[in-house]
């Protein structure tokens, strides 16, 4: 049966979502391949009787409903969700208008909400599941150049790990990936939008941030067809992690991020810690 499970991937046709789609159908299993433009995803994956490429824009509540229904239909089951299709608005939080910043949260937060409020009620029905959502070593600590990206991907983790709480009651497993630099698509100019508006005073620190963020596409350590194996391995476990960091260097931001954690608890203790009202 491990080699015969439904998964339902967003964001399949191009970067980590093709390799996940490659290896899952590699692996033998049944696959709804998703994405805003089926006739793409169809051509980077080619037929399989058990590929079903459906159209999903994942901030359509209604195609979401459309591709689970799909799957149901073609498949019978949803048994692995992978939230893994976002976006990229980068610059500085005072030059992001709000309409960018909308547009973030909309496709990179709020866009894996509504697919998984679509699958959740087949996976509550079958008392099984495994919710899988890509989030990033931004939604563990916070980058320059990057507040609303790290605002979605804080956001990511904070309601996985309270949805986690809430469906492992009936059966349902998540897992939230923090991947690092890996060579995708994100940083390229579909995936990467910069901030429209200059304000003087960035000039300097936004040509730097620039030449960095340009240069880094394709020059990332990470190889997403190798993360793509490991979470077949993950989604094989009785009991899969609730977090996933993907990359040496996620484990060494999650570490920096535990000890500057630590630091700060210790830093004010006394004074964080007498706070409740007086006996009397």
């Not at 459906?54 to 591709?67: M, Q, R, S």
């Not at 099984?128 to 959502?133: A, D, E, P, Q, R």
């Not at 977090?243 to 608890?265: N, P």
């Amino acid at each position: 049966m491990e080699n015969n499970k439904v998964w339902l991937i967003t964001g399949a046709g191009r970067g980590m979502g093709l390799d996940i789609t490659k290896a899952a159908l590699a692996a033998g299993h049944k696959v709804v391949a998703t994405g805003r433009n089926p006739k793409k995803v169809a051509r980077a994956l080619g037929e399989s009787q058990n590929l079903l490429v459906v159209k999903l824009d994942i901030t359509n509540p209604a195609e979401a409903e459309a591709a689970v229904q799909a799957a149901l239909h073609k498949f019978g089951k949803i048994d692995v969700l992978v939230n893994n299709a976002a976006n990229f608005y980068a610059g500085y939080f005072e030059e992001l208008s709000m309409k960018e910043i909308e547009m973030q949260v909309s496709t990179s937060l709020f866009g894996p909400m509504k697919v998984t409020r679509a699958v959740l009620p087949v996976m509550r029905k079958q008392r099984s599941g495994h919710i899988i959502t890509i989030s990033s070593t931004a939604g563990l600590v916070g980058f320059t150049f990057c507040s609303a990206y790290a605002a979605s991907k804080f956001g990511i983790d904070g309601w996985m790990e309270s949805l986690a709480t809430e469906v492992e009651q009936f059966g349902i497993h998540t897992t939230t990936v923090n991947p690092g630099f890996f060579r995708t698509e994100l940083l390229t100019e579909e995936s990467t939008q910069y901030a429209d508006d200059a304000i003087a005073d960035y000039d300097e620190g936004r040509k730097l941030q620039l030449a960095f963020w340009k240069g880094a596409n394709g020059q990332q350590t990470g190889d997403a067809a190798k993360l793509a194996k490991g979470l077949l391995e993950i989604a094989k476990e009785q009991t899969p992690p609730r977090r996933f960091l993907a990359g040496a260097d996620a484990v060494a931001t999650a570490e920096q991020a535990s000890d500057t954690l630590r630091k700060e608890a210790d830093a004010y203790r006394d004074l964080s810690s007498n706070m409740a009202f007086d006996q009397v």
